[in-house]
């Protein structure tokens, strides 16, 4: 069946740093991907989105990748804060299901300062 | 309103009892989805509403959960005879149209705790 799913459940780096977040995804018709965060006692927050027919995208420190040929998207977060700690999650969607997504199971980033 | 409302924001029940979840949508928006978290899960489909459409019930788990959306506005979602594995969060969140790049924003979610 469909499945979204993440690499590494937990990250951990240096307040400056730079942070790559992963995500595996299996539908080959998901053709819009979108990552949020999620700090604890909230609901999730748009973070970046981006269509099928992009393998790039870039927001204001942040840029998603989007590979096609091995189903794989990723997070960048530049110079990492302590304020961007928190849960990730990737969603799909795709083929008939309109807008409803599909979850990943989340990444904690912790930035230590 | 300036997000996605929902009330309450905690809710504890006794197992057997009904509840009821409220969700209020950004103005204007005609799609609303309903999904559940589980503790350290991701976020898991359960319902969805477009303008005067037929919902898509197909996420919900058993026929003791059921939604409403009236007016084309708020919705409540419904859980009766509640199971202890019925403890969960539950989000709303809604978008401008119900479809693929129309961005979902979420409520803060309401935390079910089943005793």
């Known amino acids: 069946g469909e499945s979204v799913g993440l690499h590494l459940p937990t990250l951990s780096v240096q307040e400056g740093d730079n942070s790559i977040i992963n995500c595996a995804y299996s539908?080959?018709?998901?053709?819009?991907f979108i990552w949020y965060k999620q700090e604890s006692g909230k609901g999730p927050q748009f973070i970046i989105d981006?269509?099928?027919?992009?393998d790039k995208r870039q927001g204001q420190r942040v840029t998603v990748l989007l590979n096609k040929t091995v189903k794989h998207l990723s997070l960048q977060i530049a110079a990492t804060q302590p304020g961007d700690s928190a849960v990730y999650f990737c969603?799909?969607?795709?083929?008939?299901?309109?807008?409803?997504?599909?979850f990943g199971q989340g990444t904690i980033l912790t930035v230590h300062p | 309103g300036a997000g996605v409302s929902q009330s309450p924001s905690n809710k504890v029940t006794e197992k057997g009892k009904d509840v009821e979840l409220r969700c209020d949508p950004i103005?204007?928006?005609?799609?609303l989805y309903w999904y559940r978290q589980s503790l350290g899960q991701g976020l898991e489909f359960l319902i969805y509403?477009?303008?005067?459409?037929?919902?898509?019930k197909s996420g919900l788990p058993s026929d003791r959960f059921s939604a409403e959306r009236t007016g084309g506005s708020v919705s409540t979602l419904t859980i009766q005879r509640t199971q202890q594995e019925d403890s969960a969060v539950y989000l709303c969140?809604?978008?401008?149209?119900?479809?693929?790049?129309?961005?979902?924003?979420f409520g803060a979610g309401t935390r079910l705790s089943v005793l």
């Open positions: 969140a809604s978008s401008l149209v119900g479809d693929r790049g129309s961005i979902q924003y």
């Open positions: 539908n080959s018709a998901s053709d819009y």
């Open positions: 981006i269509r099928s027919n992009m």
């Open positions: 969603a799909e969607s795709g083929g008939t299901s309109y807008g409803k997504l599909t």
């Open positions: 103005s204007g928006h005609t799609a």
């Open positions: 509403f477009q303008g005067n459409s037929a919902p898509d």
